[in-house]
T-cell receptor
Framework: DAGITQSPRHKVTETGTPVTLRCHQTENHRYMYWYRQDPGHGLRLIHYSYGVKDTDKGEVSDGYSVSRSKTEDFLLTLESATSSQTSVYFC??????????FGSGTRLTVV | QKEVEQNSGPLSVPEGAIASLNCTYS??????FFWYRQYSGKSPELIMS????GDKEDGRFTAQLNKASQYVSLLIRDSQPSDSATYLCAVIGGKLIFGQGTELSVKP
């Protein structure tokens, strides 16, 4: 996925610990998004950003926070991880707010 | 009612056949529609976008939009085993909202 990198690719963490996922882009796109993907639910929007320090909630934002201090970085933090947050997390970027490019994903397991 | 609905499948077609994938949406104000393809274990990739009623063709892919019926479809002609993937319909309703995806299996 040229221009967009997610880290880590895999993570196992314990219930109750904070976790931060990173999305880094080199495309200078204005819009950045965090989605989670679960069987039976498809892709659901967690949070999104429309500029530096400008963020808003998506449909499943409870238990998550985000920060964007630079154009290229969008961080997703699970404040106190729970087993229900075990999922695959995708970051996406867009310059127009229309066609999105997705990162490779982070597989998070909360035990 | 879900905002974007797709049959989850799996949809199985023989190699060389036409695969037809369907999607309905609830927001009549939606203006932009997208089809993403996702291979197992990979990230979604954009394959088609459509903004006005009618058909839009790109190679073996045709997207069809009917705003009056709130219906979007994707046709894949001459289906190949490499087309086996999950196809996600997405609609701009302020933000991009995805359907659950339809799993397509093309049998040799």
């Amino acid at each position: 996925d040229a221009g967009i990198t997610q880290s880590p690719r895999h993570k196992v963490t314990e219930t109750g610990t904070p976790v931060t996922l990173r999305c880094h882009q080199t495309e200078n796109h204005r819009y950045m998004y965090w989605y989670r993907q679960d069987p039976g639910h498809g892709l659901r929007l967690i949070h999104y950003s429309y500029g530096v320090k400008d963020t808003d909630k998506g449909e499943v934002s409870d238990g998550y926070s985000v920060s964007r201090s630079k154009t290229e970085d969008f961080l997703l933090t699970l404040e106190s991880a729970t087993s229900s947050q075990t999922s695959v997390y995708f970051c996406a970027i867009s310059d127009t707010g229309y066609g999105y490019t997705f990162g490779s994903g982070t597989r998070l397991t909360v035990v | 009612q879900k905002e974007v609905e797709q049959n989850s499948g799996p949809l199985s077609v023989p190699e060389g056949a036409i695969a037809s994938l369907n999607c309905t949406y609830s927001d009549r104000g939606s203006q932009s529609f997208f089809w993403y393809r996702q291979y197992s274990g990979k990230s979604p990739e954009l394959i088609m976008s459509i903004y006005s009623n009618g058909d839009k063709e790109d190679g073996r892919f045709t997207a069809q939009l009917n705003k009056a019926s709130q219906y979007v479809s994707l046709l894949i002609r001459d289906s190949q085993p490499s087309d086996s993937a999950t196809y996600l319909c997405a609609v701009i309703g302020g933000k991009l909202i995805f359907g659950q995806g339809t799993e397509l299996s093309v049998k040799p």
